[in-house]
Structure formats: structure tokens, C-alpha cells
């Protein structure tokens, strides 16, 4: 609450007021609503109030389909967690060196990943990204995602 009024917030958007309260017991969410609305809010305040401290690593996922985005999120992530001490959020993508981002996994050992979906997988599938641990799964602009998926690969 601290972080939310410290941010300015001072009454929920529409979608806020839709999605929160079933966000915050479990409930699994699908919203749409324009740019601006406080969607990213919306799952950032939903896994902080739901991850507990002692979290394990890579406890939450966050898929974004630009770099730019996975940034964003994660600087919300770090904005709104600025009053739990223990959690650590981790932004990874493509046009970094993989062995800098591996390092910092290793080093950060992050509970919150925010990456985009080709550099999550091939850590993934390298072993070097554990995510057996996740428990909260977010794609952010997941029409987008799946737009790109249906583009030819250069």
C-alpha cells in the first residue's frame, strides 16, 4: 500500500477495479483494455501481494514480446517492490550477451523474470534458466506474442 501511494495512485482505472479483487485470491485473469490503463499494475500488485518474501528463485515468469516492454515491466516490478527487501526482480532479452545475463541469474538469483519469449526459451532449454519453481505465469500483450509467431523468422 505504501508503494501504491507513493506512485501517485489514488483511485483504481476501471480494468484495476474489474480484475484486482479476483486477481488478488487466485483467480486466473484475461484483460483488455487500452494503453495506459494500469494493466501492468495490475499483475505487478496481484504477484507482490501473492509471492511471499522467502520466495523461491524464478517463482514468477513474465513474458513480454519486445525488449522495451520486458523492461518497462520489470522497472514496475522494482517500483512497486521497493518496500520488500527480499524480493528481486530480473529483466532478461535478446541483443545481450547470454553469458552477462547467466551470470546475473546465477548471481541476482531473481524471483521474478521478466523476459522476451526467445531468450526465456533458449535458457530454458540450456538448463540455465530453472523454472520449476514458477508459480505466478504472466504473458503481457499476448495477441502481440502471438501475432509474431505467425511471421517468417530472418
Do not use: W
Not at 77 to 83: D, I, K, L, P, W
Not at 138 to 145: A, G, H, R, T
Amino acid at each position: 500500500m505504501k508503494a501504491i501511494s507513493s506512485c501517485g495512485f489514488e483511485h483504481p482505472s476501471e480494468v484495476q477495479q474489474q480484475c484486482l479483487p479476483n486477481s488478488l485470491i487466485g483467480v486466473d485473469i484475461l484483460c483488455q483494455a487500452k494503453s495506459g490503463m494500469g494493466k501492468t499494475a495490475v499483475f505487478v500488485i496481484t504477484v507482490l501481494n501473492r509471492l511471499e518474501e522467502s520466495a523461491p528463485e524464478v517463482s514468477c515468469l513474465v513474458l513480454a514480446h519486445t525488449r522495451e516492454l520486458a523492461y518497462q515491466i520489470d522497472k514496475e516490478f522494482q517500483r512497486f517492490s521497493v518496500n520488500f527487501n527480499k524480493l528481486k526482480s530480473m529483466v532478461i532479452y535478446g541483443g545481450e550477451p547470454v553469458d552477462e545475463q547467466v551470470k546475473n541469474l546465477n548471481t541476482i538469483k531473481p524471483n521474478i523474470v521478466v523476459g522476451t519469449p526467445g531468450r526465456v526459451l533458449s535458457l530454458a532449454k540450456k538448463g540455465l534458466l530453472n523454472l520449476k519453481n514458477v508459480k505466478f505465469f504472466i504473458l503481457d500483450e499476448c495477441d502481440k506474442m502471438l501475432k509474431e509467431l505467425g511471421k517468417p523468422q530472418i
